[in-house]
């Protein structure tokens, strides 16, 4: 397998979300997106977390720490380009300091270490944020978001999640 990809996330810009989820489209910024860019769980995935951050009070004029960011890499020209997303699925439980977490890459650049790379980079938000254990799921029949995760280093738990925990 090739050495991971070299990714940079870049938060998804308010304005943009704001505009998604009150039925808009996701709003292009400076850096180009692929043709296949966004997804369908782009969108989803943006409505459900800022319903997460409202139900907890977020007042919508900051990027809060467990948001959702676009995965941009370079393109054979060198340009950077947005590929996918990954993020947060909400904020953690004041409780627990457990976050889930899930990604997505355009079908055209899968396979190239994208998702592990900006997976891994996520996972050092979270410990950064004070995270305690990142969550994820994936199905039994997508054996590549597996091979994902395990390459970050989750662990699959009984319940068929995956569990990282803040090394000590």
Same mark, same amino acid.
């Given at each position: 397998?090739?050495?991971?990809?070299?990714? #940079?996330?870049?938060?998804?810009?308010?304005?943009?979300?704001?505009? /998604?989820?009150?039925?808009?489209?996701?709003?292009?910024?400076?850096? %180009?997106?692929?043709? +296949?860019?966004?997804?369908?769980? #782009?969108?989803?995935?943006?409505?459900?977390?800022?319903?997460?951050? *409202?139900?907890?009070?977020?007042?919508?004029?900051?990027? %809060?720490?467990?948001?959702?960011?676009?995965?941009?890499?370079?393109?054979? /020209?060198?340009?950077?380009?947005?590929?996918?997303?990954?993020?947060?699925?909400?904020?953690?439980?004041?409780?627990?300091?457990?976050?889930?977490?899930?990604?997505?890459?355009?079908?055209?650049?899968?396979?190239?270490?994208?998702? #592990?790379?900006?997976?891994?980079?996520?996972?050092?938000?979270?410990?950064?944020?004070?995270?305690?254990?990142?969550?994820? +799921?994936?199905?039994?029949?997508?054996?590549?978001?597996?091979?994902?995760?395990?390459?970050?280093?989750?662990?699959? *738990?009984?319940?068929?999640?995956?569990?990282?925990?803040?090394?000590?």
């Amino acid at each position: 397998m090739s050495a991971l990809a070299t990714v #940079t996330l870049l938060p998804v810009a308010l304005e943009s979300a704001h505009s /998604s989820s009150s039925g808009g489209v996701l709003v292009p910024g400076q850096t %180009p997106w692929h043709p +296949e860019y966004p997804l369908l769980e #782009t969108i989803q995935g943006l409505s459900m977390l800022i319903g997460a951050h *409202q139900a907890v009070g977020w007042d919508a004029l900051e990027v %809060p720490a467990w948001w959702m960011y676009q995965i941009v890499v370079a393109e054979d /020209s060198g340009r950077p380009q947005v590929v996918g997303d990954v993020g947060f699925h909400g904020p953690p439980a004041a409780d627990d300091l457990v976050v889930e977490v899930g990604y997505d890459v355009v079908p055209a650049m899968r396979g190239r270490g994208i998702a #592990t790379a900006a997976c891994t980079a996520l996972v050092n938000l979270a410990w950064r944020d004070g995270a305690r254990a990142v969550r994820a +799921e994936a199905e039994i029949s997508n054996e590549a978001s597996r091979r994902v995760l395990a390459g970050v280093g989750f662990a699959e *738990q009984p319940d068929g999640s995956f569990l990282i925990e803040l090394p000590s």
